[in-house]
């Protein structure tokens, strides 16, 4: 690649930066360096994978906890805990058998008991977990290792959304974790995965520890995506919270780190034209970048409020913010994504190169926007939505919009999306999020694809959309679901559920010396695998 004066300049600047920044790594005591992976992400605030969907919290859960099925490379479900199954001629009973093995990080083993009980806490929050509870007869320990799932009607979709990774991934916890409420956190992290979550070493808003499980028994087929087996090549992971992207960077080019899940995309070049750093892209759908307005306070109660922000967004622009490099973003019209067999191009007019701001000045006018204060939720650990939140609130005051950032690390946001009240009450007008492009093809996991009454964050209504929502999982035939699609895309930009701002892939910036980074259609990826050679 040519390096151009700007990007030289940049280059500079990253390797200033490396030399200026204090060495705050290296103090921490670890293992052997080449047995310890030190990466950059955000702060956990957090700990509960099912109390909430964020990424951070995901990839906790991935480390530390285990599930029944897992994807292979294939995306097809393959038995993870699980080690013998059957389903009944009449697809309404299923049996499930664990595998041997299995233990807790506090050395008691894994039980049904313990499964049952992990099942019915992630139903009430996640969208295929209430689908499978309006579905479900029974759902009952058998013996100390068996238990049954027993269907009022056939849900061919099952094996899918136990080994899914749209979040909250369904993963098993101890039974007296999981039988808390979901909406209340569990206080501990004892897990059965390949790694332990390190309590001791653990320094809340810096740096958190993972060390190798040595009593995980893995699978004995060889590992294929997320399935098969979990082998773990290092000691010790370490997850530093890097808020500073640029100070992520430098820590990166000077060895103090080892990956950085976020890297700046402007610095991209920087990245390629260092010999010791890599871009890797471990999630080739990307994700969509979502707009979610809360449904439930002024303006966006009004559908001309919410459909005035359909024909504000300028898609192209958003992009050259968070991303400038071409390779890596495109404008996404679909709710069921790009990447997926359901992306369509239903009731699409609205999308105009530019935006229309003065269509929307007029929508919003007719939705009788009288100035109340817009709250936008401004995540600055979060370059990507930290940039796209400031051009969102100067195209909203472009147009007259009393628009306000709210600034805050991505903690903060998680905190405060919860709150359905008026923003004079510490409520929000809009929050920007993402999930991956891959998960939006399934209706019935897809956390912003829910209308109804358990909608995610924002809290969108539409009992028309629903109705077409629940046939989803009784239509076999692909042609079938693709027309479906369409009607509910009709009906969803009619209301306006939320708003998307393009599809972006995000590469990982890593040293050459990491290696073996298992490549999934999410956010998250598994510290599995991976190897550090000596550098």
Same mark, same amino acid.
């Given at each position: ?63 530390? *906890? @285990? ?5 292979? +490379?294939?995306?097809? $479900?393959?038995?993870?805990?699980? &080690?013998?199954?059957? !389903? ?50 029974d759902i009952s320990r058998k013996d100390h290792k068996s238990f049954t799932i027993t269907l009022k009607e056939p849900l061919g ?52 520890? *993972? @060390? ?5 028994? +893995?699978?004995?087929? $060889?590992?294929?995506?997320?399935? &098969?087996?979990?082998? !773990? ?122 935006? @229309? ?179």
């Open positions: 690649m040519a390096i151009s004066r700007r990007n030289l300049i940049k280059m500079s600047m990253a390797a200033g930066a490396a030399l200026s920044s204090p060495s705050i790594l290296r103090a921490q005591t670890t293992p052997s360096d080449a047995r310890t992976v030190r990466l950059a992400w955000g702060d956990i605030t957090v700990f509960d994978p099912i109390f909430t969907t964020t990424d951070p919290t995901q990839a906790h859960g991935l480390a530390i *906890y @285990d599930t029944l099925f897992a994807l292979d +490379s294939a995306l097809k $479900p393959q038995p993870q805990m699980v &080690g013998k199954w059957g !389903v009944s001629d009449d697809k309404r009973t299923y049996t499930f058998e664990l595998r041997d093995g299995l233990a807790w990080h506090d050395g008691t083993p894994v039980t049904a008991a313990d499964c049952v009980a992990s099942i019915r806490r992630w139903a009430q929050v996640a969208p295929g977990g209430q689908l499978l509870m309006e579905r479900a007869k979709i099952l094996l899918d959304m136990l080994g899914g990774v749209a979040a909250p991934v369904a993963f098993m916890m101890r039974e007296k974790d999981a039988g808390r409420p979901a909406t209340e956190q569990v206080t501990t992290s004892i897990g059965s995965g390949p790694f332990k979550f390190n309590e001791a070493l653990a320094k809340p808003g810096a740096s958190y520890t *993972y @060390d190798r499980n040595e009593k995980y028994v +893995s699978r004995g087929e $060889p590992s294929d995506g997320l399935a &098969g087996a979990k082998i !773990v090549k290092v000691d010790r992971v370490i997850w530093n919270n890097i808020a500073d992207q640029q100070t992520a960077l430098a820590a990166l080019q000077t060895g103090e780190i080892d990956l950085q899940t976020y890297a700046p995309a402007d610095l991209y070049p920087v990245i390629e034209n260092d010999p010791n750093l890599a871009l890797q892209v471990l999630n080739k759908s990307g994700n969509d970048l979502c707009l979610r307005m809360n449904h439930l306070q002024k303006p966006f109660d009004n559908v001309k409020a919410r459909q005035a922000m359909l024909h504000l967004i300028d898609q192209e622009a958003f992009l050259r913010v968070t991303a400038p490099d071409p390779r890596f973003g495109h404008p996404v019209t679909s709710i069921f994504g790009n990447s997926t067999p359901y992306s369509n191009d239903e009731n699409t007019g609205w999308f105009k190169k530019g935006g @229309d701001p003065e269509k929307a000045k007029q929508l919003f006018k007719e939705a009788g926007y009288a100035g109340e204060k817009v709250v936008i939720l401004d995540p600055t650990s979060w370059a990507q939505a930290h940039a796209a939140s400031q051009l969102l609130a100067a195209t909203l005051q472009k147009i007259g919009i009393n628009a306000e950032l709210a600034p805050s690390d991505w903690g903060g946001v998680v905190a405060r999306r919860a709150n359905k009240g008026p923003v004079e009450s510490g409520g929000w007008s809009i929050f920007i999020t993402d999930d991956p492009d891959y998960v939006q093809g399934d209706p019935n996991t897809a956390v912003f694809l829910n209308a109804g009454d358990n909608a995610w964050f924002g809290w969108p209504k539409s009992e028309e959309y629903e109705a077409l929502r629940a046939k989803w999982p009784d239509i076999a035939s692909l042609e079938e679901r693709k027309a479906l699609a369409r009607q509910m895309q009709r009906v969803w930009w009619d209301f306006v559920g939320d708003v998307r701002l393009g599809q972006i892939v995000s590469p990982i910036a890593r040293r050459k010396t990491l290696t073996g980074l298992i490549e999934v259609p999410a956010i998250f990826f598994p510290f599995w695998n991976m190897q550090k050679a000596a550098g």
